[in-house]
């Protein structure tokens, strides 16, 4: 019998939606039923056993969206195994040395109630020509450190392959 899981996400400039399609991807490999879809399509968790949510980290916080999310379906969610993915910092050397520290932070005020069974922090993608409106503007500011900032996307999908293969093998007790 295979388990239902729902890998849903929010994004913004689609980095997000790409990562949660290939956690979806190696779930079905690995023999779950899961089905990936955005946030704002999710009416109800009704039928599924597991949620992988998906987000980014903007300035230390979840996508608008995320916290809605989770606030939408906090009852559901307090009785689902339910793991969480970020993508946050553009370099490996700031995921090194952040570790999973902005996103337990920015979990612990969107949804204090809410304990994942595992919680993951990724690097990000970033294109300069791909911003739009505020975004855009941080981009113009001296001080930011988006200022001249090349595109890069140092997603490490090994990693999160090899993340989404743990949550797979997980008992269905333990997950």
């Not at 969610?77 to 700031?94: D, M, T, Y």
């Amino acid at each position: 019998m295979s388990e239902d899981v729902l890998v849903t996400y929010i994004s913004r400039y689609g980095s997000t939606t790409e990562v949660a399609e290939k956690v979806g991807e190696r779930l079905r490999e690995r023999g779950l039923d899961a089905e990936v879809k955005p946030a704002a399509e999710v009416d109800s968790l009704e039928g599924v056993d597991r949620v992988v949510f998906g987000a980014p980290l903007y300035i230390g916080s979840l996508l608008k969206g995320g916290p809605e999310f989770l606030a939408k379906h906090q009852q559901a969610l307090q009785s689902k195994s339910v793991a969480v993915f970020a993508l946050g910092p553009l370099e490996p050397e700031e995921l090194a040395e952040e570790g999973n520290s902005q996103l337990e932070a920015a979990l612990t005020k969107a949804a204090p109630w809410l304990q994942p069974i595992d919680a993951r922090e990724f690097i990000g993608k970033y294109d300069p020509a791909t911003l739009r409106g505020c975004d855009k503007m941080l981009t113009w500011f001296p001080a930011s450190p988006l200022k001249g900032r090349p595109a890069t996307d140092n997603r490490d999908w090994p990693a999160i392959e090899a993340w989404a293969d743990e949550l797979a093998a997980r008992a269905p007790a333990q997950a």
